[in-house]
T-cell receptor, first 115, second 109 residues
Framework: EAGVVQSPRYKIIEKKQPVAFWCNPI?????LYWYRQNLGQGPELLIR????????DSQLPKDRFSAERLKGVDSTLKIQPAELGDSAVYLC?????????????FGEGSRLTVL | GQSLEQPSEVTAVEGAIVQINCTYQ??????LSWYQQHDGGAPTFLSYNALDGLEETGRFSSFLSRSDSYGYLLLQELQMKDSASYFCALDTGRRALTFGSGTRLQVQP
């Protein structure tokens, strides 16, 4: 069974440019998460979807970040415009029926460098 | 809010046993998870404690004490491939996890 797939793996952009990340969760997983991980830190939740509905986006910087999950499967996270402080790894995760056993399945992440 | 504290680094030798501690502050939670992450890789699930006590999964065990706001991950028979970062994470019922800042484990030969 395929795991969580993310692309691109690496992205280097200049500040003020836009960038988008794509995530394909594990088939059948209705809950999808976007986390941001700064160097030497743990992942921090940005947004959580239950099917196509964003049920927790309280930590998403809405002035420049946006996300969507069309048809309740794939998801895209966008940053426009990017700032230097956005350099981080953006992790997508999925789980079945929310969180009952503490287990999320993570992708390998998209590493963003903003110059 | 919630906060979790872990040691930033731990060093141990191959074949030894190492314990990684996690203390937390929260008004309520459902369980404590542990994840392993190799450099450049995805965090992968190791263990989950919903109840107080010890959970054993092969060479890895995890412990939770709600009364002490404390948990730990125990790694036995350390191998070089266990060199990685280890994160504790609280399941606070928001159907998402709040992660600690991680402990970098270095296994030496």
């Amino acid at each position: 069974e395929a795991g969580v797939v993310q692309s691109p793996r690496y992205k280097i952009i200049e500040k003020k440019q836009p960038v988008a990340f794509w995530c394909n969760p594990i088939s059948g997983h209705n809950t999808l998460y976007w986390y941001r991980q700064n160097l030497g830190q743990g992942p921090e939740l940005l947004i959580r979807y239950e099917n196509e509905e964003a049920v927790d986006d309280s930590q998403l910087p809405k002035d420049r970040f946006s996300a969507e999950r069309l048809k309740g499967v794939d998801s895209t996270l966008k940053i426009q415009p990017a700032e230097l402080g956005d350099s981080a790894v953006y992790l997508c995760a999925s789980s079945l029926e929310g969180l009952n056993t503490g287990e999320l399945f993570f992708g390998e992440g998209s590493r963003l460098t903003v110059l | 809010g919630q906060s979790l504290e872990q040691p930033s680094e731990v060093t141990a030798v191959e074949g030894a046993i190492v314990q990684i501690n996690c203390t937390y502050q929260t008004s309520g939670f459902y369980g404590l998870s542990w994840y392993q992450q190799h450099d450049g890789g995805a965090p992968t699930f190791l263990s989950y404690n919903a109840l107080d006590g010890l959970e054993e999964t092969g060479r890895f065990s995890s412990f939770l004490s709600r009364s002490d706001s404390y948990g730990y991950l125990l790694l036995q028979e350390l191998q070089m491939k266990d060199s990685a970062s280890y994160f504790c994470a609280l399941d606070t019922g928001r159907r998402a996890l709040t992660f600690g800042s991680g402990t970098r484990l270095q296994v030496q030969p």
